[in-house]
């Protein structure tokens, strides 16, 4: 059955711009906001890892605690109201460049623009905001933008059916640094820790984090039929000044 497209959480026209370039090697999103001669360009585009999501329920938050809870108890987690299909899915980031200098230092700016759980193969038609389950369309005002907090700037992908279990190793690398003997996490590191993975083989699932500074907006990319393609997370596009549309 066809998706019928809600025009309240639809995309902007400048939101989509950036989600449809983002994940397109070469294409230019904007310039620095410091400098509007130098160009943020999407320099690489790759497969980070796969995630197994055996329940179809996912989970699209910080795996940390709350910062206020001593008890070190699992966050609620943020969960899509949209259901994708039982299985893997990859991982991939897209990294953009923008050249600087500070105090008299070259930098060359890379950054994890955006990351996106790839749900099928299909091209991308349209972009919504997502819901999370009990969130009432009806409240959220046409253009305001809903999504996940997160003090420590990180979330991840995660099957929801075994959070608990997936973000345990955050929980036992906090509580372990507050009693005084820190040890390393129980993950898999991607890109010298800028993802992290972690699973739950009791049921084959998996959590997978990434860079989420500030609140973070969850996308869904739609096909021209409806079905759900990607659900994806930009952390850049407050990042830039949009370029004028040609």
Known sequence: MDHAADLRHAAGVEESRYLDAVFTPGARLGTRPDDPTTFV?????????????PSGRLIVD????????????????????????PGTCRVEASWTQAPY??????????DVAAVRLC???????????ALGVGEDPETVPPGERIGFHCETNMGSFADAGSWP??????RDFWRSDWDGD??????????????????????????????????AVVWLGRTATGAL??????????SVDRIPAP
């Open 119 to 129: 749900v099928a193969d299909s091209p991308v038609a349209r972009w919504e905001m």
């Open 62 to 85: 910080s795996p940390w605690p709350e910062e206020c809870d001593a008890e070190m108890r699992p966050r609620a987690g943020r969960e899509l109201a949209e259901r994708i299909p």
């Open 182 to 215: 820190p040890r390393p996490r129980a993950t898999e590191s991607f890109f010298d820790y800028a993802f992290e993975r972690s699973s739950d083989e009791r049921h084959g699932a998996d959590l997978v984090t990434f860079a989420a500074p500030g609140p």
């Open 229 to 238: 393609a990607a659900v994806v997370v930009a952390n850049g596009y407050h």
């Open 165 to 170: 279990a997936l973000t345990a190793p955050f």
């Open 101 to 110: 200098e500070f105090m008299g230092e070259q930098y060359d700016g890379r």
């Open 41 to 53: 360009e999407v320099v690489e585009v790759r497969e980070v890892t796969r995630i197994r999501v």
